[in-house]
């Protein structure tokens, strides 16, 4: 059975810093692996989608790595923003499937001005 | 504009009345898909259909049912038989031929008394 775990499950850091958070699954037979935000009481915001064939995918601040191997995906935020702080999903797409997202409980970043 | 629009946004019933949630789409996706978010345990899957006039049982199902009559509909109803209604549900959408990337629409937050 699939499970996604993100560690920490929550964060605090001053504006600038650079940071990363981490998503770690325990079945390396995924089909995709994307990360979410959401603010609260909001729905999910796609931030990125790694195919299981990639590394690595970036989005401006944003850039998202896939280790099959060893089960894990971090996602990096350069130069952290007030704005970023929200809560952060990460979801895998078990393979052989159209569609049965898995997800992590998630990271809630704070980011201090 | 394109994308997911649910409502309502806040629903209150007693327990005991069935309720639908309603999603609709014009991102012309095949799929779409029913979450459900509770403090701490992160989404859930309910149901998920790929194509009009076929559904399937995500994780939780029971308590629930679900119609795709139309591509651009997917209605939940939670009916009595579910134990614990309260919760904020989500829907999503995805494309076919595109990782299944899944989108996702506001979210109503149903309240049973």
């Known amino acids: 059975k699939q499970e996604v775990t993100q560690i920490p499950a929550a964060l605090s850091v001053p504006e600038g810093e650079n940071l990363v958070l981490n998503c770690s699954f325990t079945d390396s037979a995924i089909y995709n692996l994307q990360w979410f935000r959401q603010d609260p009481g909001k729905g999910l915001t796609s931030l990125l989608l790694i195919q299981s064939s990639q590394r690595e995918q970036t989005s401006g601040r944003l850039n998202a790595s896939l280790d099959k191997s060893s089960g894990r995906s971090t996602l990096y935020i350069a130069a952290s923003q007030p704005g970023d702080s929200a809560t952060y999903l990460c979801a895998v797409l078990r393979s052989g499937n159209t569609g049965k997202l898995i997800f992590g409980q998630g990271t809630t970043l704070q980011v201090k001005p | 504009d394109g994308g997911i629009t649910q409502s309502p946004k806040y629903l209150f019933r007693k327990e005991g009345q069935n309720v639908t949630l309603s999603c609709e789409q014009n991102?012309?996706?095949?799929?779409m898909y029913w979450y459900r978010q509770d403090p701490g345990q992160g989404l859930r899957l309910i149901y998920y259909?790929?194509?009009?006039?076929?559904?399937q049982k995500g994780d939780i199902a029971e308590g629930y049912s679900v119609s795709r009559e139309k591509k651009e509909s997917f209605p939940l109803t939670v009916t009595s038989a579910q134990k614990n209604p309260t919760a904020f549900y989500l829907c999503?959408?995805?494309?076919?031929?595109?990782?299944?990337?899944?989108?996702f629409g506001p979210g109503t937050r149903l309240t049973v008394t």
């Open positions: 259909s790929q194509i009009v006039n076929d559904f």
């Open positions: 999503a959408s995805a494309p076919r031929g595109r990782g299944y990337e899944q989108y």
């Open positions: 991102l012309n996706h095949d799929a």
